[in-house]
Every structure is written in C-alpha cells, then in structure tokens.
C-alpha cells in the first residue's frame, strides 16, 4: 500500500507557474509509474501526464505540452509537476496517481490505469 499526498497547489494568475508535489509513503515510488491528473468542476478525471519508473520518459496531453514538465525524485519518494504558462483552462483539482504494471510509460493514460491515489491539490488561474 502507499500513500500519496499532493501539495503546492494555489491561487495563481494567467501565465504564471505553479510546482506540485506528490509525496508517497509506505511503498518505495520506484516501483511504480507516476501519473499526474486533473479534475475540473462538474468533468471527468483527465490524464495530465506520466513518467517512467527510472524518471527518463515522459507522457503528456496534448494539452500540456511545452508547457508542463514531469519529473521525480526516487530516493526522496517524491514526483513534481511544473506547469507554465497557466491559463484559466488549466483550473482544476490535480491528482497524483501511483500505477503497477510493466507496460510503457505510453499506456497508463487512464484513471483505470492506476492504483493508487492522493487527495488531489486545488490549482486555480485567475485571468
């Protein structure tokens, strides 16, 4: 079992960056693909992006592309998400999700796909 706990999110106006964090417990994250989702009101869960057990390769939306970036600590059980140049569209709960298996990064782009979840962390973009 792991726990994960997501922080950093906040308040913050159009094209401006926010850093979240994910920080998992009882388990060692290395042992599992780390996927950030999202969650605006009243939709569905979308998958944000993804990354490899050793951290080399990443999986973004499209809608993210070039301007958030995955990465992760594996010997502080940590993964961060980056996101730049925020806009409105981009407000949502963000959840960071911890996934079994031994596919390509490329697979686990589903809600079903994970395991594991967080509480999520409120980001909000004020244009």
């Known amino acids: 079992q792991v726990q994960l706990v997501e922080s950093g999110g906040g308040l913050v106006q159009a094209g ?3 850093r979240l964090s994910c920080a998992a417990s009882g388990h060692p994250i290395s042992t ?5 989702f999202r969650q605006a009101s009243g939709k569905g ?7 490899s057990r050793n951290g080399v390769t990443p999986k973004f939306a499209d809608f993210v592309k070039g301007r958030f970036t995955i990465s992760r600590d594996n ?8 996101m ?10 963000y959840y960071c ?23 999520g962390t409120q980001v909000t973009v004020s244009s």
Request: aromatic share 22%; net charge negative; charged share 15%.
């Open 16 to 18: 401006g960056s926010l």
């Open 32 to 36: 599992f693909i780390m996927g950030w």
């Open 45 to 51: 869960r979308d998958f944000v992006a993804a990354i």
């Open 75 to 82: 010997a502080k059980n940590t993964v961060y998400l980056q």
């Open 84 to 93: 730049n140049k925020l806009n409105y569209t981009d407000t949502a709960s």
């Open 97 to 119: 999700a911890a996934a079994n298996g031994f596919y390509l990064v490329d697979y686990y782009i589903s809600p079903n796909d994970y395991d594991y979840w967080g509480q």
